[in-house]
């Protein structure tokens, strides 16, 4: 069962314009909500993250909105460029004693065209 | 530093080889974790260790699959026989956990292509 559904599957958006990826949840004992980055050939990476005792975080052109009460957080992308062609993971982590995993959504796949 | 290094990048094998996949974590981190990614199933966590002790493997598929870190410079992900259905890329990945949950250092992965 994916404890974390993320959605949509790939995502195309003209350079300039907002990019939005959306993930929700339903166990309440997640703590912390990171998303991270892949290149092609490449890791993942950690891009931002955020804890529920907030509802935005923001870094640069990347934004993370929290809805504690929807269980729902998404990523903005602003002034989305051709550089931040890449698949995009939300992930959340279990505050259960002695477990440090992430749960991974299934990813979305972003394409910003010229 | 170096970030977690993975070995080999690429492997090709046939059906029922053995196959091995080697990880060096970031030095002074205590957590490792062993990722598979496909396009069917996009990221899963197969195991991860703190301390060179297995916490939870419940990701892995199945007894064909294990995995060992005698130290904490070291862990290997073993499949044994290997099936064409193994074939993904498999990343390692590290953290510093001290209190609460640490950032995930991923390495560059092994693409396995089983035949």
């Known amino acids: 069962q994916q404890q974390v559904k993320q959605s949509p599957q790939s995502l195309i958006v003209q350079k300039g314009g907002i990019s939005i990826i959306n993930c929700a949840y339903e166990n309440t004992a997640f703590d912390y909500f990171p998303w991270y980055q892949q290149f092609p050939g490449k890791g993942p990476a950690l891009l931002i993250a955020?804890?529920?005792?907030?509802s935005e975080k923001k870094e640069g052109r990347f934004t993370i909105s929290f809805n504690k009460s929807a269980k729902q957080f998404s990523l903005h992308i602003m002034d989305s460029q051709p550089g931040d062609s890449a698949t995009y993971f939300c992930a959340a982590h279990h505050g259960r004693t002695g477990a440090n995993n992430l749960f991974f959504g299934t990813g979305t796949r972003l394409t910003v065209i010229p | 530093d170096a970030g977690v290094i993975q070995s080999p990048r690429h492997e090709v094998t046939e059906m029922g080889q053995e196959v091995t996949l080697r990880c060096k974590p970031i030095s002074g981190h205590n957590s490792l974790f062993w990722y598979r990614q496909t396009m069917m199933r996009g990221l899963e966590l197969l195991i991860y260790f703190n301390n060179n002790v297995p916490i939870d493997d419940s990701g892995m598929p199945e007894d064909r699959f294990s995995a060992k870190m005698p130290n904490a410079s070291f862990s290997t992900l073993k499949i044994q026989p290997s099936e064409p259905r193994d074939s993904a890329v498999y990343f390692c990945a590290s953290s510093l956990r001290l209190a609460g949950v640490g950032e995930q250092f991923f390495g560059p992965g092994t693409r396995l292509t089983v035949l």
């Open positions: 955020i804890r529920p005792d907030v």
